[in-house]
Every structure is written in C-alpha cells, then in structure tokens.
C-alpha cells in the first residue's frame, strides 16, 4: 500500500479528516508528481508528506511518530514509547525485505523461507510477552497499527502466512475489526505506488 498507508491508518484509527492526496488516480503518476512538486515546495522532493497549515513536513516515519505523540497512541510512559518505537523500527526492517521481493523476484524464496517466518516469529513472541492484545501495555499504540499494515501488506500477496502465527494472527483481527479501521478498509482506495 505504500509508505503513507500507516499514516492513513492513524488518522482513520484516531476519525481524523485530512486530504488523502494519492498521485496516478487520474492518470499518469509521475506527471501529478511533478505538477504537485511545482505548486508546493516538498522537503526531499518525494511523498508522503504532512501539510500542517503553511509548512509541509516530509518522511514517513517522523509523520508516523509526530502523529503518534500528538494524539497520545506512543506509549503511556517513556519506556512504553521507546518499546513502540524499537517495535516500529523491527516492522521497517521486515517491510523493507518484503518490499524488495516485489522488485527481485529472487529474494521472493529468501524472504517467504526465512525472513517472513523469522520476523513473524520475534513479534509473535513479543505480543505473547506483553500478555495482553496490544504489543505495548494494555491498550493501542501506533506499534499495534503499524505491525497491522505490514502484515495485511504482506497478506495481499501471500494469503494465510499467519497460519503458524496464532497471536499474530488473532492481533490483525483484532486491529481490522475496530470500527475505524474496518470502515476506512472497506473504503481504501487502491494506490498505484
């Protein structure tokens, strides 16, 4: 779904109105790039980006973390914000690997034999730990949302590799069905990138 679709999820999750703009819906992609980066000045020259009034932040990751703090889904605590954060960074790692099976059709074997069922393992061993439905404390943060995006990311293409993963499985369900989330799923629109 591409680098703003946890994004999406936060706001969704959060009933946040905001402007979804997605480039190739009405034609060419790289053409309504290029016309939107001539009407607004982006950071790094690429997308997603987060206009807040006049300023137009950029990256992915730092809008998923500003988000995160400002509308209190972090952590409760300092430790439970750094346990979010070093659970988000494990799903950058695993997105990243999957991401390249798409672009290396060699890497497809390496990723569905080993690194899919390695990483599957360390979060399923975590969600087992904290004891609770959440991956952090005993209620939703961006961490939860974020291992849901990667893994109904990975579901698309690889249906049931949650079978050997009850918990895990059990945690995609669990997210999907939140009233939010299940609404803003039901109506997502495709992304070409």
Known sequence: MGK????????????IKY????????????LEFKKFKEE???????VPVLAIGNLIFAQ????????????????????????ADMIYCGVQDIHHKFNNTNLFKENETTFLNEELPKWSGYFE???KKNNTSYFVG???????LAVFNLYDDIETKYPNSLNKFPLLKEHTELISNLPNIKNYIANRKESVY
């Open 125 to 127: 061993k975590l969600l």
């Open 60 to 83: 992915s990751q730092a809008i998923v973390r500003y988000l995160s703090k400002k509308y209190n889904i972090s952590g409760n605590n300092e430790l439970n914000e750094f346990y």
């Open 40 to 46: 607004k000045e982006t950071p790094f020259n690429q």
């Open 138 to 144: 005993n209620e939703l943060t961006y961490a939860d």
């Open 19 to 30: 402007t979804d703009k997605r480039f190739g819906q009405n034609g060419d992609a790289f």
């Open 4 to 15: 703003a679709e946890l994004i999406r999820l936060i706001f969704a999750y959060l009933g």
